[in-house]
Structures are given as structure tokens and as C-alpha cells.
């Protein structure tokens, strides 16, 4: 399955942006998140989406900002961000995989990564 990311770009604070993820070529995972990875860090969750029943999970520091949904008919997930802020800078990578309730949130339950999309904030 591939992964093609998109949407990035530069925001002032307090701005949104719209992340798009479109999965080709295969079963699209059963789950399909986003990971952002800021300069020096590593890379962490930001959201996911169970891809059957829609259920969705977020990292502490994006709930209420963020929101991560996805559209069967076109492949894609989305994720809406608001709010942003200085510390969202990073670029933000699309993942899927077999992922279970208990490891959603771990880089390592995700096999299948897009190519980033950078996401800069500006005071």
C-alpha cells in the first residue's frame, strides 16, 4: 500500500491547515494515522482512525485542535488542525497498519508510511 501525504505548508499561529492522505495500490490498513516528527525529536502520534468502524484516538497534546476523519469512497484520511501553535511544527508523516487497541498510538504497530509533509508554524 501506498501512502501520498499532502496539505502541508506555512501558518501563522492560531491558523489551520487540512492534511490529506490518500492509500493506493492495496487493503488499505486497519488503521491510518498521522506522526509528526519536529527537528531534534523523535517521531510521535498525533491521531488515528480505525478505518472499518471510524473510532478515533489522539495524542494529549492535539485533542480538542485536531481532528482526524476519513473518506471510503476516495482512500483518503484527513486530519483538520486548528489552533495551531509553534510546537506543531514538524513534518507530519500518514501511517497505516494492522494496529490493535492497545497499540495505536505506537510507531512500530504501522508498516506502511507516506513521505512527510512539513507543517510550519510562525509566531
Known amino acids: 500500500v501506498q501512502l501520498q501525504a499532502s496539505g502541508g505548508g506555512l501558518v501563522q499561529a492560531g491558523g489551520s491547515l487540512r492534511l490529506s492522505c490518500a492509500a493506493s495500490?492495496?487493503?488499505?490498513?486497519?488503521?491510518l494515522g498521522w506522526f509528526r516528527q519536529a527537528p531534534g525529536k523523535e517521531r510521535e502520534f498525533v491521531a488515528t482512525i480505525n478505518w472499518n468502524s471510524g473510532t478515533t484516538y489522539y495524542a494529549d497534546s492535539v485533542k480538542g485542535r485536531f481532528t482526524i476523519s476519513r473518506d471510503k469512497a476516495k482512500n483518503t484520511v484527513y486530519l483538520q488542525m486548528i489552533s495551531l501553535n509553534f510546537e506543531d511544527t514538524a513534518v507530519y508523516y500518514c501511517a497505516g497498519g494492522q494496529a490493535i487497541t492497545s497499540t495505536v498510538r505506537r510507531r512500530e504497530a504501522y508498516n506502511h508510511w507516506g513521505q512527510g509533509t512539513l507543517v510550519t508554524v510562525s509566531s
Open positions: 495500490g492495496g487493503t488499505v490498513s486497519r488503521y
